[in-house]
């Protein structure tokens, strides 16, 4: 008996902001859900499984229209023609109470109730599948005491959308633990809500499969489902294969004070290189950031998007992969010695004493942040706010209560300035 493991799979989901990106290739970008989804149903076809296992959020949010529905619905159908059941619970982005818009599913899918955990069974498979769909966005209680008795001689599974308890950076829902799992004697507990795979426990075997599709920079690494075989006795054999058409990846590249503009493409190249060589035929969205102590700080303080440009180029050299860049940060220090300059009563060592400070007092930084920067920002225009990533529409806005955001942007600024002076560009 053979069967498929995702979750979250945020079909449509928006990618906001992505029109401030220039040549970004939208089209691919937009449509990774769909496109992921559509493999997850050609995997399951080519390995003639059995059933398809959804842990909610199929959907993103509700539909625009019904285009989304009627998408979805086709790939079940695709599923059907293949005599492959498909089973699913709503998480607390699809919650029962969030989806308005309703297309009648084929008859070989199985939504799970709302009001109370169920159970399927499949008889020729002696396999029971155990689920209970949100009702609502929010859920803060643990289904789990509610899930039904494993049923005797069957291979038992739970189906279920959950944060666990101490998943860090995730809020909470359905929020359960692995020894209240381990309470109901089922064999296999298929989870979803945390996008980063994690085997939570081998016996039974607790299962986060990750998201289908990362959506943004900060869900990195392949991405796909679980391709779990039952040989019998409730052992089994499972693996990851990965589905997303789109692979994003944040890679960090120290500089060397030796290195000069001319060398930068290559050296960016080979790094490029070596991320994106194990990663088949998917589109690779790379976040650069350039890091160490390096003169072309200088450079870029004179001609302002130097370096980007130069990443640029080299993305276009990476041999057997389609490379975009999302995006270049850079976190270079200038070969100025501030530490040296610290100790001036002019105006340089001034700057340096102040950046000091915001950097050791949290609530100063805040009170400069939410009055000087919040003042300043209201009277720069939104290309400014777009170079800095405070534009509302950011994949990646850091937010004014954001510290270490704004400790790096007022570091910036200082580090871009004393590069201008350095060379003599500002004079005080």
Same mark, same amino acid.
């Given at each position: 008996?053979?069967? *498929?493991?995702?979750?979250?799979?945020?079909? @449509?989901?928006?990618?906001?902001?992505?029109?401030?990106?220039?040549?970004?290739? /939208?089209?691919?970008?937009?449509?990774?859900?769909?496109?992921?989804?559509?493999?997850?149903?050609?995997?399951?076809?080519?390995?003639?499984?059995?059933?398809?296992?959804?842990?909610?959020?199929?959907?993103?949010?509700?539909?625009?229209?019904?285009?989304?529905?009627?998408?979805?619905?086709?790939?079940?159908?695709?599923?059907?023609?293949?005599?492959?059941?498909?089973?699913?619970?709503?998480?607390?982005?699809?919650?029962?109470?969030?989806?308005?818009?309703?297309?009648?599913?084929? @008859?070989? !899918?199985?939504?799970?109730?709302?009001?109370?955990?169920?159970?399927?069974?499949?008889?020729?498979?002696?396999?029971?599948?155990?689920?209970?769909?949100? =009702?609502?966005?929010?859920?803060?209680?643990?289904?789990?005491?509610?899930?039904?008795?494993?049923?005797?001689?069957?291979?038992? *599974?739970?189906?279920?959308?959950?944060?666990?308890?101490?998943?860090?950076?995730?809020?909470?829902?359905?929020?359960?633990?692995?020894?209240?799992? &381990?309470? &109901?004697?089922?064999?296999?507990?298929?989870?979803?809500?945390?996008?980063?795979?994690?085997?939570?426990?081998?016996?039974?075997?607790?299962?986060?499969?990750?998201?289908?599709?990362?959506?943004?920079?900060?869900?990195?690494?392949?991405?796909?489902?679980?391709?779990?075989? !039952?040989?019998?006795?409730?052992?089994?054999?499972?693996?990851?294969?990965?589905?997303?058409? !789109?692979?994003?990846?944040?890679?960090?590249?120290?500089? !060397?004070?030796?290195?000069?503009?001319?060398?930068?493409?290559?050296?960016?190249?080979?790094?490029?290189?070596?991320?994106?060589?194990?990663?088949? @035929?998917?589109?690779?969205?790379?976040?650069?950031?350039? =890091?160490?102590?390096?003169?072309?700080?200088?450079?870029?303080?004179?001609?302002?998007?130097?370096?980007?440009?130069?990443?640029?180029?080299?993305?276009?050299?990476?041999?057997?992969?389609?490379?975009?860049?999302?995006?270049?940060?850079?976190?270079?220090? =200038?070969?100025?010695?501030?530490?040296?300059?610290?100790?001036?009563?002019?105006?340089?060592?001034?700057?340096?004493?102040?950046?000091?400070?915001?950097?050791?007092?949290?609530?100063?930084?805040?009170?400069?942040?939410?009055?000087?920067? =919040?003042?300043?920002?209201?009277?720069?225009?939104?290309?400014?706010?777009?170079?800095?990533?405070?534009?509302?529409?950011?994949?990646?806005?850091?937010?004014?209560?954001?510290?270490?955001?704004?400790?790096?942007?007022?570091?910036?600024?200082?580090?871009?300035?004393?590069?201008?002076?350095?060379?003599?560009?500002?004079? /005080?």
């Amino acid at each position: 008996m053979r069967f *498929i493991h995702a979750a979250d799979l945020h079909i @449509d989901s928006p990618l906001r902001g992505l029109s401030r990106y220039e040549g970004a290739p /939208l089209d691919q970008l937009r449509g990774a859900t769909r496109r992921a989804l559509e493999r997850l149903v050609e995997l399951a076809i080519d390995e003639k499984v059995d059933f398809v296992l959804i842990a909610g959020d199929l959907y993103d949010r509700d539909w625009l229209d019904f285009h989304t529905g009627l998408f979805v619905r086709e790939q079940m159908v695709r599923l059907r023609q293949k005599n492959i059941q498909v089973f699913i619970v709503q998480g607390n982005h699809d919650a029962q109470g969030v989806i308005t818009h309703q297309v009648p599913w084929p @008859d070989n !899918v199985k939504v799970f109730a709302y009001k109370k955990a169920e159970t399927v069974r499949m008889d020729g498979l002696s396999v029971a599948i155990h689920g209970h769909s949100f =009702s609502n966005r929010e859920m803060p209680d643990d289904l789990v005491p509610g899930y039904p008795a494993p049923v005797p001689g069957f291979f038992n *599974i739970g189906l279920l959308h959950t944060s666990l308890t101490g998943i860090v950076g995730h809020d909470t829902y359905a929020p359960t633990s692995l020894p209240v799992l &381990k309470t &109901k004697g089922y064999d296999y507990w298929a989870l979803g809500h945390i996008h980063a795979r994690q085997v939570v426990c081998e016996q039974p075997r607790v299962v986060f499969p990750g998201n289908l599709q990362g959506r943004h920079a900060r869900e990195t690494g392949p991405k796909g489902c679980e391709l779990v075989e !039952v040989l019998g006795a409730g052992v089994l054999e499972a693996r990851f294969v990965p589905l997303d058409v !789109v692979r994003w990846h944040q890679l960090q590249i120290d500089l !060397v004070p030796t290195l000069t503009l001319d060398d930068l493409p290559r050296h960016v190249t080979q790094a490029l290189q070596m991320a994106v060589t194990s990663a088949g @035929d998917a589109l690779h969205a790379v976040r650069v950031l350039l =890091s160490g102590e390096s003169p072309l700080q200088a450079l870029e303080a004179r001609l302002p998007g130097s370096l980007a440009a130069a990443v640029q180029a080299a993305a276009q050299d990476v041999i057997g992969a389609e490379v975009w860049i999302e995006q270049v940060k850079l976190d270079l220090r =200038s070969p100025v010695d501030r530490a040296q300059l610290a100790l001036g009563n002019d105006a340089l060592g001034e700057l340096v004493r102040w950046v000091d400070v915001l950097s050791a007092d949290s609530q100063a930084l805040t009170a400069f942040c939410r009055n000087t920067l =919040s003042e300043v920002l209201t009277k720069v225009p939104p290309e400014v706010h777009a170079a800095v990533g405070l534009e509302a529409e950011s994949l990646d806005m850091p937010s004014l209560d954001d510290g270490a955001a704004l400790l790096a942007l007022v570091k910036a600024a200082e580090a871009t300035l004393l590069a201008r002076l350095n060379t003599g560009e500002v004079r /005080l």
